[in-house]
Each structure stands twice: as C-alpha cells, then as structure tokens.
C-alpha cells in the first residue's frame, strides 16, 4: 500500500532530521539528477522529439522507489540502467537542460541538481523567477559553470525558446508548502509554457517535476491555475497526497519515489523486477493512524490479502451471495454486465431480481444466476435504473419497489424479498435517487461526477459536474460525511471516501470510458462485499478498502481486455478471473 502524507506531516518529518544536520538536500538533489541524467542518456540524440508515439503527455502512474541509502550516505546504490542502443544518446555531453528555479528549498534542490547536470557535461540553464534564490545552491551551481539568468531580466517568450531548444527541463518552481495557484511571475511563464508545450505536442522537451509539479493541491490534488505537466515526478522522503488525487495526478506523469532518509516509511521498490517491501528507520512518521486526513493506494498484494478466496470448507453460501437489483426491460444490458461482474469475480451465487423479460436475458448470457428472490449477503442496486420520481411513484418494471425494499435491508430492516439482517450494498445509477436515509458504512455509493454533483445538489450544496471534477477529494468526503456511506467517486483516478480515510486508484486505461464498465464494476464490488460480508458490518472501515480493491481489479482487467486497444464492457468482466489469480498466485 502506499501511503500519500500531508505537506504537515512531511515538515514535521523534516524538523528533526535537518536539527540533526541529515543533508536531506544533497541526498534530494543527487538522487534528481540521476533521474534527469539515466532520461537524457536513454533518448536520443540531436531529436527534440521526446516522448514516442502513442505516449500520453502526462498521466496517472505507478511510483518507483530509488534504492535505498547508500554507504556514502547518498540514495539509489541500486539501479536498473536502460538499455542502450546506436539510437539513444548515451553520451549526456552537450544536452541542454532548462532549471525554472524558486526563491524556497525545491529552487535550492533544482540548483543543487543542476550542478551534478553541469558536472557531467551538460549545458545548464537556470531561470530565477524571483529576486531571491537559495544561496548556497546558487553558489554550488555557478561554481560548476551552470548559466544563471534572471527572469527579471529577460522576456518570457525568450524563455519559451530556451525550453523548445532544451532536452530536459526541470520544473523547481514551488514546494509543498506553497498554497493556491502560482503568483507572478511565476504563473504568468507557466501559462506560457503550457501554451507553448500544447503547440509542439510530442517534440516537447522531456519535463521533470521537482518533489511536485508547481501550482499543483498538494493536500487534495486541485488544480487553482496553470500547472507545467510532468513526464515524471521525483518526489522526496514521503509521497504527497495531491500527486495520487485527480485532477493533478493526471499532471504528474511517472511518480518517483526517492529515500532521503525519512523514518519508517514503508514503499515499494520495483526497480530489481520484482516487489520488495523495505522499512526506513525505526520511529513511525507523524499520524500513522487511518484518519480522514491520509491518502491512500492499494497495490497487488493488498488486495491478495483483502480477497475473500474459497477454501476445501467453502460452499456456494459461505462464499457470499450477491443480490442484484439492476436493468429495467429498456435497459437490459446492465442487468447482463452487473450480474456477469459478480459472477466471474468469485460469487458463491448470484440472485437476479426484475423483470421477467430481463431476467431472461441474464440466464441467456449467465445460466448459473438464480432469478429468484431468497439468501443474499450483499446487495449490487441500480446499474440501468432509470432516476426516481417520487411524483410518478415505482417504475412499471417493479425495480423501484425491490432497491427500497433491499434499501432497507442494509438498515437492517427486513424487506419480503430477503431473509437476513443487516448487510452491504452497493448503490449505483438509478439507486442513487433513492437514498432517504442516513446509510451506515457498508453502503457504497458509486457515482460518476455527474450523478454526484445531482446527488450533493439534493443534500443543499451548490455543485455542478465541473466542480466535482475540479475538487474530486473535497466533494467524495463531503458526500460522505452527508450521507454516512461510502462514496466511490469513479474517474481516471478514482477517489473512495470513506469512515477509515481515502483512497486514490489508477489502474484501468482510458479506454475504459465506456458504457456499462461501471456496471461490471458493481458486480465486482458487490461479490467482494458478499464474500466478506460480516466483517464489513463489524468494521466499517473495511468498505472503503474493498472498494478500492475492486477498482483495482476493475481496472487491470481493463487493461487487459483492452491491450491497448478498444474495449467493451463485457470483454472487462471476461478478463476478471485471469486477473484475480494473477493476484491470488
């Protein structure tokens, strides 16, 4: 799991290590620059164009850890050095790098690592955007025949130029403990750099983000003005929240992880192939707990722990059994995607309620789904459910009448429909109209930002799609607090609020846009609720943790219907079990 901390905590990390003289600097500085140099080597030379073809500019992705420290007190003794060819530079002599320097210690960390640039060879240039910069990291800079040039002193169009002409540009603007949208000057060459990287597409020089892109939310991931998208993130010591939170995870592009020597933070290091856990030092950073304040991100072996796998003692009920309520005779298809997810995710059984045309369609494509009411340990409601009107009453299908009926069975009041007490539901589309109660935690509602803005606009508060989606954390965990459930607010990088905090997921590719991908994503949720349905009820933390373990094999079944290519909603529940024993094995 990776664990994304406050810009509070990260300082309140830093204090004693720099009171006891720990040159998290250098480390940072040094561990940057041999990200920017393994980059510049592998590309090739005399071409500005950067990126190869079908790379998208900036998008959300995994985080590396650079090993661990090394015996001279440096990070990254172990790497994994690319693979060279007559085609990749390999020699960084003569590469141009651009440094875009503040005034606070990310500018003196920029300056630090444009020096170790400068030292092997490289031309470095380095923009000062306020009248005052990090002393010594200034002074080390010039010292190794780095290029200073203020940006008081020159155009902004001129340093537009020096970017389209360079290989590499560092962006070491502001830290995290910057706040709000990027002042001038600094916002005013941003704003131009962004308009200028949007013009050359692909033959943009390759960008690196120092700790974090500058302009970014670093506590909840908002994006308040213009942000210089990065190819690749190096962060240092600790992640930081906004780097896994939409919309700025989708400015960082590659997160990097680099140990400075931050106390028992545990990561995952990728670098040697395959996944190792390692734990720094022996003091636990500052609020360890599971608080609303913390970020998180499941990985593989989270959700390996999570899964409820069968044993030799398991049967059909023990395994859980899934209720859905999904699909009206207009909308069929979601009642086929929700009880397909369900099923190829593991459910011990899998109970259709609807109409009898529907149910039909399902046993076509499911022969093994029962259509008929009995048992049920959690329910999937709403997938192809029309809106509800309390003016025109239930539905002519009945489906109305069978979500408040199961509505009230996750209270734990009985319903004719099922036998039973209190249990989970996931609560989707069309369900989403028919919240009339507070919920307890094991609901979990999964809204796109459009039904969430109708949602929140229901509950008294002024929120349109466009604000959902420029304030995804903000606005999941104001659900939540509203309505007492889980929200799992589905995107690029879906957020899930909950009672034990919040998760951050980017698993599935883009391609995964398409109809009916969520209603297989409530299947899947709901057979993960079903399997461990009593310890969902006892801890109510324990929903938000599912829920991002099911968007985490959501979206690596996308990806591996997709392979790259388009993908259909079916397809993605086809490619659900192969994913699920990778994990398991």
């Known amino acids: 799991m990776k664990d994304a901390w406050s810009s509070d905590e990260v300082r309140k990390a830093e204090e004693p290590l720099i009171a006891a003289g720990v040159p998290l600097m250098a480390r940072a500085a040094y561990a940057l620059a041999r990200t920017v140099l393994r980059e510049v080597a592998a590309r090739p030379a005399g071409n500005r164009t950067t990126r190869p073809a079908g790379r998208p500019a900036a998008r959300p992705s995994g985080v590396r850890l650079r090993g661990s420290l090394g015996s001279d007190g440096l990070p990254g003794t172990a790497r994994v050095r690319p693979a060279r060819s007559a085609e990749t530079r390999g020699d960084v002599r003569g ?22 640039l400068a030292r092997r060879g490289m031309s470095v240039t380095a923009v ?47 830290g995290v403990g910057a706040r709000g949208a990027l002042r001038p000057p600094a916002g005013g060459l941003v704003r131009a750099l962004v308009e200028a990287r949007e013009a050359a597409g692909r033959r943009w020089p390759y960008t690196v983000a120092v700790d974090i892109p500058s302009g970014i939310g670093v506590d909840d991931g ?83 722990a999570l899964w409820p796998a069968p044993t030799a003692r398991d049967h059909k009920y023990t395994r859980g059994v899934v209720g859905v309520v999904a699909g009206t005779s207009t909308y069929p298809g979601a009642a086929v995607l929700a009880t397909s997810g369900a099923v190829r995710a593991g459910a011990g059984m899998v109970r259709y309620l609807g109409p ?27 997938p192809g459910l029309p809106a509800f009107d309390p003016e025109e009453g239930p539905d002519d299908d009945g489906q109305a009448r069978r979500v408040f009926g199961a509505l009230a069975a996750v209270t734990g009041v009985l319903s004719e429909d099922v036998t039973g007490g209190r249990m989970p539901a996931v609560i989707d589309a069309g369900a989403l109209t028919m919240l009339e109660h507070r919920l307890p935690a094991w609901a979990v509602l999964t809204p796109h930002a459009g039904e969430l803005a109708e949602l929140l606009q229901g509950l008294g508060h002024e929120a349109d799609r466009a604000a959902v989606e420029a304030r995804p954390l903000h606005w999941a965990r104001t659900a939540h607090q509203a309505t007492g459930a889980t929200v799992l607010l589905k995107g690029a990088v879906t957020v899930v609020a909950g009672p034990g905090g919040a998760y951050a997921q980017a698993d599935a590719p883009p391609w995964t846009a398409t109809a009916g991908a969520g209603d297989v994503l409530a299947g899947i949720l709901g057979t993960l609720l079903a399997g461990r349905s009593a310890d969902v009820v006892a801890d109510e933390t324990l929903a938000a943790r599912l829920a991002a373990a099911a968007v985490l094999v959501h979206g690596r079944a996308a990806a591996r219907a997709s392979a790259g290519g388009p993908v259909a909603a079916l397809e993605i529940a086809r490619a659900v079990p192969a994913v699920i024993a990778e994990l398991l094995g």
């Open 222 to 304: 908002v994006v308040p003005g213009p942000v210089l998208p990065a190819d690749r993130t190096v962060t240092f010591g600790a992640l930081k929240a906004g780097l896994l939170l939409p919309p700025a995870a989708q400015l960082a592009g590659t997160v990097e992880l680099v140990d400075i020597g931050f106390p028992d933070v545990s990561v995952t290091d990728h670098w040697a192939g395959a996944a190792q856990r390692v734990t720094l030092g022996r003091h636990a950073m500052p609020g360890t707990d599971t608080g609303s304040g913390r970020v998180r991100r499941l990985e593989p072996a989270d959700v390996a």
């Open 95 to 116: 590469a141009r790098a651009l440094l875009l320097v503040g005034p606070g210690n990310n500018g003196g960390d920029t300056l630090y690592a444009g020096a170790h």
């Open 128 to 174: 000062l955007v306020s009248a005052r910069a990090h002393e010594e990291g200034l002074a080390a800079f010039e010292a190794a025949g780095g290029h200073v040039q203020r940006l008081a002193d020159v155009r902004v169009p001129t340093v537009v130029q020096w970017a389209r002409a360079s290989d590499v540009v560092l962006d070491g603007l502001v």
């Open 356 to 382: 009898e045309d529907v149910g039909t369609r399902v046993l076509l494509a499911r022969p093994e789904v029962v259509v008929a009411g009995g048992r049920v340990q959690a329910w999937v409601l709403g």
